[in-house]
C-alpha cells in the first residue's frame, strides 16, 4: 500500500513535472522568438514646446520603423521622462530609464549641463546597465572630453549636434557670402550665450589643427570690417535701438547668429520697421516653423540658414529617412528645426545600426555598429566622428577635425536660402549637386518687399 | 549726440505712450477697487491670442473677432469680480490675490498648451506700414499711431472721470467706499464696470503693438512688470501719476537705448529710477488717495 501509494505520487509528480517542464521549455521559446520591444527613454524638459515636439517626432519615427517591419523583428518603443529641465531630476530619470523601463537607449535633449550630469550617472550605472548615450542638440565640447579621455569607460556616449567648435565654417560661409554681394562693411549681432563666444574670439591652436581666426579677423582678411558687434541678451524683445545704431555705423549687412527660443521673429519685425530694412540681413538659425506667418511676411528678403532649408531638401536626397514635410502633415506635426537635427533622423541611424549590430542584446556591437554606420538625414550626412580628437570624437561628423575651418562633407547645414515672395525660400548657394542654386537668384531686400502685400 | 537726444526724444515719447495704454488699467483698478490686481497679466495675451481664436477656429474676420475677444474679456472679467473678487477682497485679501495670479497662470498655462510658440501667431493689425522719419530719428508708422491713440485714449478717460456723473461715482467710490454707499452709490455696478472698463486700453494697446513688438503666451508678465512699475511710481490709483510716470519710464528706457546703446539695461534702469523716486517720495509722483 506504501509503495502504491509512492509510486502513484511519483508518478503525479512526474506528470506535473513534465507538464511544467514542458510549458517551461514552450515559454522560454516563445521568449526566444517574441522579444520585447527596444526601449529608447526620452530625457526632457517635456514642458517646453521643442521638447514635447521632439518627443513626437521620436514616437513617430519609431511608429513608421515599426510599420517598415521594426528592427530585426522587435519593436522600438519610445517613452518620455519629464526632467523639468532640472540637472537634478535630469539624473533621476535616468536612472529610470535603465532600472524601471529597462532601456536600450536612453537619450537627453537638449541643454549640455543636463547632458553631462547624467553622462557621470550613465557611467556608474554602464557596467550593470549596458546602454547608449544619445545627447540629442547638446553643443558643449564638454560632453566629448570624458569619451576621449576614458574611451572604455564612457565609449556608449554619442551625440548628434555638432560641437561649439564646429561651426567655424558655417559663419566663414556665410562672411564668404557677404563678400561675394560686395558686402565692406557688416555689423555682428549674437545672442548673449556662451556657445556664441567663440564667434567673438580666436580659437587658439590645439595640437590637432593650428589657431583658428575670429569671425571679425577672418573678415579681414577679405578686405571687409565689421563696423558694429554686440552681444544681445536673450529674448531681448527691444532691438530697433540696435538697428539704428547699426544703420549710423555704415554697415552694408547685418549677421544675427541666434538659435531655437530665441525671439528672432521680433527682432525680424523690428528690423523690418527700422531704418535698417534695406540692408542685407542674415538670420543664423533660429528661425524655424512657420516663420513667414510669425512676421507677418516680413520676413521677406531676410537671408536664412539651415533651418530653414532642411525640410525642402528632405525625402528626395534622403533615401533611408522619410520626407519630414509630408510626415509632418501626415502625422499633425510641428516643423520647427530642432526635430531635424534631434531625434527624427537619428531613429533611423540607430535603426541600421541595430540591425548591423545583429539587434541590441550586445551592446558593444551596437556601439562599433554606430561608429560605423552613416545616413544621410535632412541635415545632411549624418555619423558619428570616429578619431579620438576632442571636442569631436562621438559628436556629429561636420568640419574637418584637421582643419576646423573646412567642412569635411558639403551638406545641408551649410546652406544659405533666401526668402522671397509668398515666403518660398530659394537657394541662393549649391548645397550638393543635384539642387538649383546660384548667388544670381538673390534679390534686394528693397526689391522683394514691393512684392509685399 | 544731436541724433541720438533727437532719437532718446521720439522714441521716449512713444514708448511713454505706449506704456501708458498698458498701465492705465493697472492703475485704475488700484484706485477703483484697491486691489493689486495680479490677474492683470493675462488681459495681454488673451487679447491677441482670443483674436486668434475666433480667426484660426472659427474662421471669422478680424474686426468681428476682435469684437468676439472682447465680449470674452467682459464677461470674464465679470465673472471674475462677481465669484472672486467681490467675496474675497474685504476678508481675504491673500486668497484674492492668489486667486489672481493663478488665473493668469491658468490662462497662460492654456494658450501655451494650444497655441505655442512655433504655431504662427501673428495678427495683422497694422494701420500704416512702413516708417517715418523726425528729423534723423526713424520709427515705425504704427508706433506712431499707437502712440497718438494712446494719448486721445487717456484724455478720454480723464475727461470721463472729470466730467461725467459715472466718473465722479467712481472716484468717489476711490476715496471712500463707507460713504459712497451712504449717499447711494450703487457700489457692486461702479466695481463691476470698472473691471470692464480697465480692459478697453489694454486691449487697444496689444492690437496696436502685436505687429512690432513680442507676442508670446507667457508676454503678459513682462508687460504687467511694466504696469506695476508705473503704478507705484505715480502712485497707485492716480492717473496724473500713471501719466507722469508712463513717460518717465519712456525716456529711461530710449536713454538707454539710444543714449548708452545698451537695451539690457531697460529694466534695471525702471527699476533704479522707481528705488529712487520712492525713497525720495514713498507715496509715487502724486497722490494714491485719488484717482485724479
Redesign the interface.
Known sequence: MRIKMLVTCAIIFAVIGVAFGFAGTVQADQKASVKGPIVMVYVADMAS?AGS?VFSWLKVAAEQINESGGILGQKMKVIAEDCKGQPNLAVEAYTRALTNHNATIVSIYPRSEIVLACEAKAGEMYPDYPHILLAIGSASDEITYRIVEQYDKWKFVFRDQITVSARVPIYRDQIDFFHTLGVKKFALLREDLTWTESIFNAFPATKYHPAILSVPDYAKTLGMEVVYQKA??YR???????F??I??SGAEGIIFIASDGN?T??VV??WY???A?DLHMLLTGAT?????????GKVIGVIVGAGEIMPLLSGKYTPEVPDVMETAEKYGL?L?SPVLYSGYPDMFLIKKALIKAGGADDINAVIKALEETEIMGPQGLLKFETTRIPPFFHGAVFCDINDPTKYAAQGIRSALGQVQENGKIVFIQKPFEGVDGSIDYYKSVSELRKTLK | MSSALTFVLVFGLMMGAVYLLIALGFSLVCGVLRIFHLGYAYFFPLTIYGTWLFISEFGLPLAQSIVAMVVVQLVLSVVLYKFMIRRTMETDELTLLTGLLLTALIIEQLVAWRYPIQTGVYLNTTIMDGIWKFGRAVVPKQLVIASIVAVVMTSLFALFFIKTKMGLAVRALSQDILNSQIVGLNVEKLYSRTMMLILLPVVVAMLLIAPVWTVEPAMGWQYMTTAILISVLGGLGNIKGTIIASFLIGFTHSTMCFLVQEPRFMNLSALVLVMVILIVRPQGIARSESLW
Not at chain 1, 236 to 242: E, N
Not at chain 1, 288 to 296: D, K
Request: proline share 6%.
Open positions: 514646446p515636439l544681445l541678451k531681448a524683445g527691444m532691438y530697433s535701438p540696435i539704428e545704431a544703420t549710423a525671439d521673429d521680433v519685425r523690428q520697421d527700422s531704418s530694412r524655424g516653423a512657420r516663420f513667414w506667418e510669425r512676421t507677418g510641428q520647427a
